[in-house]
């Protein structure tokens, strides 16, 4: 008996041995490739840090094909895009999976459909955000990240409802950044050139008065030190792995 105690101690991956359950989540990945492998990284490093050296995610990812995804123009084209993630969404869930992430900022555009469309919940990046940033009390930043995103409701809203105040988007800046997505970080370039103008347009923002400023495209922490910055950096793609770690250990939403 004391003999099968120690052994037991000494490998406590035994068949048998009570572990804690982890849930299973999905991720829709492929917009880009680019931050689908950093959300994979970052969420299996954080369960590594808070459950055990050894543990990993219980994931399933189906990566997408971007060339169906990019270029979105007119509503004919995002009810296209609708579809491919309903789809996808669907064949997670039938997979086994309890809850899904969409890895990109821009596709959330198309959220409630695709959230209407199945029986899961996905957890909206945006709103992981919000809440962090209310819980720190933030009420002023910038929004920086693809044009749809820096432009449209559908992202800025979720922000304000937890009381950010958001600067206006500047039209010139709102080019240079979704070309800098676009054609260099989702293809897996990194420039200085990026980097400065990220730089400059950050210090611009402090200028203007933002308090803060949200990394609302889940591939720019390659071109923007998180946390060697003028203002606080709310990481959107690290932010929400956090909030799929604590859906898989169940700790929240």
């Not at 849930?23 to 970052?42: C, H, P, Q």
């Not at 999976?97 to 899961?120: E, F, K, T």
């Not at 071109?223 to 932010?239: C, E, G, R, Y």
Request: hydrophobic share 45%.
């Amino acid at each position: 008996w004391r003999r099968g105690r120690l052994w037991a101690r000494r490998c406590p991956n035994l068949p048998g041995r009570r572990e804690q359950a982890l849930r299973k989540l999905g991720l829709i990945g492929g917009m880009s490739w680019v931050s689908t492998a950093d959300y994979y990284e970052t969420i299996n490093r954080l369960i590594q840090k808070r459950v055990s050296p050894r543990a990993s995610a219980p994931l399933l990812i189906e990566s997408l094909d971007f060339r169906e995804l990019s270029g979105l123009q007119s509503e004919q084209d995002w009810d296209r895009a609708a579809q491919v993630l309903i789809e996808s969404a669907r064949r997670l869930e039938s997979a086994g999976a309890g809850a899904l992430l969409i890895c990109a900022n821009s596709m959330h555009r198309v959220y409630d459909r695709v959230q209407a469309a199945i029986g899961i919940d996905i957890i909206h990046i945006a709103e992981c955000v919000g809440r962090r940033m209310e819980a720190q009390g933030v009420t002023s930043a910038a929004l920086i990240g693809t044009r749809n995103v820096m432009t449209e409701s559908f992202y800025r809203q979720r922000l304000i409802a937890h009381g950010v105040d958001l600067l206006p988007p500047d039209m010139d800046y709102v080019e240079q950044v979704d070309a800098i997505i676009y054609d260099e970080l989702m293809l897996g370039r990194r420039t200085r050139d990026s980097e400065r103008a990220l730089k400059t347009i950050i210090t611009r923002k402090e200028q203007d008065g933002a308090k803060a400023i949200v990394l609302a495209c889940t591939e720019l922490d390659m071109i923007v030190d998180v946390d060697a910055n003028v203002l606080p950096i709310f990481d959107s793609a690290h932010i929400h792995c956090e909030a799929a770690v604590d859906w898989i250990l169940a700790e929240g939403t």
